[in-house]
T-cell receptor, first 111, second 113 residues
Framework: EDKVVQSPLSLVVHEGDTVTLNCSYE??????LLWYKQEKKAPTFLFML????IEKKSGRLSSILDKKELFSILNITATQTGDSAIYLCAGLIQGAQKLVFGQGTRLTINP | DGGITQSPKYLFRKEGQNVTLSCEQN?????MYWYRQDPGQGLRLIYY???????QKGDIAEGYSVSREKKESFPLTVTSAQKNPTAFYLC????????????FGPGTRLTVL
């Protein structure tokens, strides 16, 4: 059975801290790993990682994929209160193009 | 504006009634998806459609039905057979191909009383 597991499930930090969110996966016919941010309603796309070891960056956010260890991390540096959200990772199944989601990490940034 | 719309935002129904959730996209995307989100469980795939007049069951299709008569529309019916229908329902769409991310609508929160 395809499975994606995120940790921690919940994280509370102070503004300015750096956080690392974890995502491990067991997905047959794995194609890519996707990260989404969900603030209130619709998840918004952050990154798609297909190749191992290549870091993707967008401002204070960065992510990397390890296809040998079946693992991805999402880093957020100098956190701001606007980073408070649920962060979802998902494995994309090649061919069917189905996404298998993890449970999400609820990140709270306190001022 | 291009995007995905879902309606209604909130929906209340009595137990035993069927209810249909609307999802429309004007992004000209081939593929559309329905997910259910429960607290602590992330998103689970209900049904998806790669092309008009074709759709496949996801991981939790029991108690749900869909249709894809038009490219831009993918309505989801929650039937009385669904044992625990109260949840947040998200619709998504993407261009077909492995390099394309899914874009999500704002969701419908369904409460069955």
């Amino acid at each position: 059975e395809d499975k994606v597991v995120q940790s921690p499930l919940s994280l509370v930090v102070h503004e300015g801290d750096t956080v690392t969110l974890n995502c491990s996966y067991e997905v047959t016919n794995f194609r890519s790993l996707l990260w989404y941010k969900q603030e209130k309603k619709a998840p918004t796309f952050l990154f798609m990682l297909t190749s191992s070891g290549i870091e993707k960056k967008s401002g204070r956010l960065s992510s990397i994929l390890d296809k040998k260890e079946l693992f991805s991390i999402l880093n957020i540096t100098a956190t701001q209160t606007g980073d408070s959200a649920i962060y979802l990772c998902a494995g994309l199944i090649q061919g069917a193009q189905k996404l298998v989601f993890g449970q999400g990490t609820r990140l709270t940034i306190n001022p | 504006d291009g995007g995905i719309t879902q309606s209604p935002k909130y929906l209340f129904r009595k137990e035993g009634q069927n209810v249909t959730l609307s999802c429309e996209q004007n992004l000209n995307h081939d593929a559309m998806y329905w997910y259910r989100q429960d607290p602590g469980q992330g998103l689970r795939l209900i049904y998806y459609s790669q092309i008009v007049n074709d759709f496949q069951k996801g991981d939790i299709a029991e108690g749900y039905s869909v249709s894809r008569e038009k490219k831009e529309s993918f309505p989801l019916t929650v039937t009385s057979a669904q044992k625990n229908p109260t949840a947040f329902y998200l619709c998504a769409s993407s261009q077909w191909g492995n390099e394309n991310e899914q874009f999500f609508g704002p969701g419908t929160r369904l409460t069955v009383l």
